[in-house]
């Protein structure tokens, strides 16, 4: 499965951005039934778990650093899952990454993740 995040870009602190990333390629593997998530990172950190979603959307959990400002969801009909990403801050900064999961349910832990998009940065000005 090859997944392609887009939608980062530079925006001012408080301002929104929306993240996607679909699952693209002529595989014939989709990610309908794969937990998502969410990650990012700043140079010299480790990868940070952001929020992850379930196969069917029916759960979601987040880091307590993004929640209640960031929405992560999915439209399995376009093999599709979204970040909603509203009141940021400066310490969002970072390359956001999608993954999908090796399981139907998501996961906050990097080791789950089988399959990696390559990344779209997200810069927020002060």
């Known amino acids: 499965v090859q997944l392609q995040a887009s939608g980062g870009g530079l925006v001012q602190t408080g301002g929104s951005l929306r993240l996607s990333c679909a699952a693209a390629?002529?595989?014939?593997?989709?990610?309908?039934?794969?937990?998502m998530g969410w990650f990012r990172q700043e140079p010299g950190k480790e990868r940070e778990f952001v929020a992850t979603i379930n196969w069917n959307g029916g759960g979601t959990y987040y880091a307590e650093s993004v929640k209640g400002r960031f929405t992560i969801s999915r439209d399995n009909a376009k093999d599709t899952v979204y970040l909603q990403m509203n009141s940021l801050k400066p310490e969002d900064t970072a390359v956001y990454y999608c993954a999908a999961s090796r399981y139907a349910t998501g996961s906050s832990q990097v080791g789950a993740y089988q399959y990696w998009g390559q990344g779209t940065q997200v810069t927020v000005s002060s």
């Open positions: 390629g002529r595989s014939v593997r989709t990610t309908r039934n794969n937990g």
